[in-house]
Structure formats: C-alpha cells, structure tokens
C-alpha cells in the first residue's frame, strides 16, 4: 500500500503493469461542458479531456500547454503562441479560431466559469497560431487563472449545436452536457451519471503519457463506509477522499 498524504488518498494493488486504473470518490460531476459549472469534482474529471493554454507542473508552478510560450506586451497586453500539431479528440486542428470561440462562450452568463477570465476584456485572433488577450488592468496572476479556462472547438461546437454554453440551473441537457471532445490526455468515453465514467488513452495526445495508466474509471460512491469497504475489497484502486477517521487504520493495513 503506498499512503499519499498530499492527496488523501490511497493506491491498493496496483502493479507496475495495471492499465485500467479504477478510482472512487464521493462526488458524481455535474457536466461535462467545459463552461458550464465552477464545480471541484466536475473540474476534475474535465481537466483530463479538455486543456487550457496554461497548466501546473508537478511542483505547482505554471507551464505551457496549448500555448508553447508567451509575452506580456505591456501590463494589459499578452501574446501567446499556439501550439502547433494539436488535434481535437475528434480529428480537427487546433487553431487560435478555438481560443477566441471558447473567450466568449466560457463568459456567457448561464455558466459560472466567467471567474477564470476575470478582467480579460477580450482575446483577438492575431494569425492561427497567436492570440492576444487584452486585458481591463495589469493582472500578475493571469497565467494561473487561464489555467482552467479550457479550449472547445469551434467547428464541434457549431457541428452538435453547442455554441451555448448549458443552462444547468434550468436543468437543460446539451450534447456537450453529456459528450466531450477536447484536446486532453484522455478520451471521454461513457458516462452513467451516479454510476461511472469511463475514460481511454488519448494515443495522439501532444504531449508525454507518464505513469502506466492507459485507461480509467470513476465510480462516485456517496457513503464514506461504502467507499472504504471498496477499497478494501479491491473493487477500486484508490480513493481520494478518505473519511479521515479511517485513514490510519488504512494506512496500516498492508
């Protein structure tokens, strides 16, 4: 058993060479648009499909994702570079179009993921490989705000009806709602909302698959006794919201 005490969480019976990685937690998602909700579990599962320009390294710091690189032009002026090569799980380029589209979607009011964009007042198209975000004010933390301010593409969007952003407080259902198509690491797969999420490896993903997990499921389990018995029992390989009372006795338990 390995105890991870940063995440909470527990890892048992994984070998070396396990593929199919079975994780449980206490939360369900609500959606699986992108812009739709502010929520910590839904962020979670997202961030596996769909990417933003910027992400963390391992150590927390920020580093390049859909973006290779950038520059602050002045205090209110940024210019990213794109990167190039990327493709949409769908087959379709990634291009600046995709940046600009997702800027005014993810700002519609219906979705509560507006915070993420905070003060930038807009993004502009410079060729397809380069955007700039205009900004209201200098913002030191921009790069760790775009963070989860995740790419859709355009032509996706527009294909399945899309381009709005899921009203879930009126409980609309959209194909975004339900289905996925990013530029992530993974590859939505199926999901029986209260049941599972299956996820696969995204094989022409851009970037480096680390570890030895090529596909994943979640299975959100609410009862805290429930989640540890399926620890115990092996049904799932790691949970990452252990009931603190329990953490000890697991950790023992070898």
């Given amino acids: 058993m390995r105890f991870l005490p940063l995440l909470v969480s527990l890892l048992l019976g994984a ?15 609500l ?10 579990t839904t962020l979670t599962m997202t961030m596996h499909v769909y990417e933003g320009l910027t992400r963390y390294d391992r150590n927390y710091n920020v580093e390049p994702a859909l973006a290779t690189g950038w520059q602050e032009i002045s205090p209110t002026h940024w210019r990213f570079s794109l990167r190039k090569g990327v493709q949409f799980h769908d087959g379709a380029p ?15 009011p219906q ?16 060729d397809d490989y380069t955007v700039d975000f ?8 921009l790069l760790r705000n775009i963070i989860d301010f995740r790419i859709m593409s355009r ?30 690491p993974y590859i939505l797969k199926g999901w029986e909302p209260d049941k599972q999420i299956v996820f696969t ?15 994943f499921t979640y299975t959100p389990i609410k009862a805290d006794a ?28 070898d």
Avoid: C
């Avoid at 070998?15 to 998602?29: C, E, G, M, P, V």
């Avoid at 990634?94 to 519609?108: K, L, M, N, Y």
């Avoid at 490896?201 to 596909?215: A, E, F």
């Fill in 31 to 40: 959606t699986f648009d992108p812009h739709s909700q502010n929520h910590a």
């Fill in 94 to 108: 990634f291009t600046a179009d995709d940046v600009v589209f997702s800027f005014g979607r993810i700002r519609q």
């Fill in 134 to 141: 205009i900004l209201a004010g200098p913002n030191p933390i």
């Fill in 226 to 253: 429930t989640r540890v018995s399926a620890l115990l029992s092996g049904d799932v390989d790691m949970v990452t919201d252990l009931p603190t009372q329990d953490v000890e006795r697991l950790r023992r338990n």
């Fill in 155 to 184: 032509s996706w969007a527009q294909k399945t009806r899309s381009q709005n952003i899921q009203d879930y407080k009126a409980r609309e259902e959209t194909y975004a709602s339900r289905n996925a198509n990013g530029t992530g």
């Fill in 15 to 29: 070998s070396a060479q396990a593929a199919n990685l079975r994780w449980a937690a206490q939360n369900d998602i």
């Fill in 111 to 126: 979705g509560t993921m507006q915070i993420y964009v905070a003060g930038v007042s807009e993004v502009k198209k410079i």
């Fill in 201 to 215: 490896v995204n094989k022409n993903w851009w970037g480096r698959h680390d570890g030895n997990v090529r596909d």
